[in-house]
């Protein structure tokens, strides 16, 4: 008797755990393995998730937007999507559970396990980076910093405590233009990226470029070379709304 109230309670737990998902349970990076070896990682802040799909040797596609949850549901308005443009502004519902660090995604296509791979208190570091950026000023060939003008058309940088993510896209005309991602370290102001995909050249895959971050709360200047080997002085500015 005593084992059968033990394992009852332990279901309510777990229905209760389920049903009290947050949208901060959501925010970091998440993955999903399939057994051909194609890796799919979720990453979140609070308003912004970008889902992407790649080898080690080859980019597959990705997609995000605005997110919020309604119950148990993820509700993402999509700003931009590499395989179909056709589903940029469309409102995506996915069903979302969260049990033992293991976040289930019910899409059209089926089911997915997402297994966590960075900690929610790895963002509350002095200089912390996780969050979602958009690039406001670049330099100019004599080096001087020159505001961009705000429109449809935007670069974003999505950051996790671990892992990062940008994309150039334009939600307006429903444009894709790239893509690259992996993960990070912040230290003593270097700030080292480590390339897991790149929708442009795949042969960068693997390479770490390291750049001087001066991070402040809202802005990030962001110095060095590119991954081409020209020169970076940008300007990124903290998003808190799309």
Not at 180 to 208: A, M, Q, W
Not at 209 to 220: D, I, K, R
């Amino acid at each position: 008797m005593k084992a059968v109230v033990v394992s009852l309670l332990l279901c309510l737990y777990q229905l209760t755990a389920m049903a009290q998902i947050k949208p901060a349970d959501l925010v970091g990076a998440w993955q999903f393995i399939a057994p051909s070896g194609t890796r799919t990682v979720l990453t979140f802040t609070d308003n912004y998730v970008m889902h992407t799909a790649y080898e080690p040797d080859r980019f597959i596609s990705t997609s995000g937007g605005t997110w919020q949850l309604a119950g148990n549901n993820l509700i993402e308005i999509v700003e931009f999507n590499a395989a179909d443009s056709t589903r940029v502004g469309s409102v995506d519902r996915m069903g979302v559970s969260l049990t033992n660090k293991k976040l289930t995604v019910a899409t059209r296509s089926g089911k997915m396990i997402f297994d966590r791979i960075d900690q929610f208190d790895q963002f509350n570091s002095p200089e912390q980076l996780a969050g979602l950026w958009r690039i406001t000023s670049r330099a100019n060939d004599a080096g001087q910093l020159i505001p961009m003008q705000r429109g449809p058309r935007k670069t974003l940088k999505l950051l996790t405590g671990t892992r990062f993510q940008w994309v150039a896209i334009n939600p307006q005309t429903k444009q894709f233009s790239g893509t690259g991602g992996g993960t990070y370290t912040l230290k003593d102001g270097k700030y080292t990226e480590t390339i897991e995909f790149f929708s442009r050249d795949n042969s960068r895959v693997g390479k770490s470029l390291t750049f001087g971050a001066e991070v402040g709360p809202t802005e990030w200047h962001h110095t060095g070379q590119s991954s081409a080997g020209g020169p970076v002085n940008e300007i990124w500015t903290r998003e808190t709304g799309n």
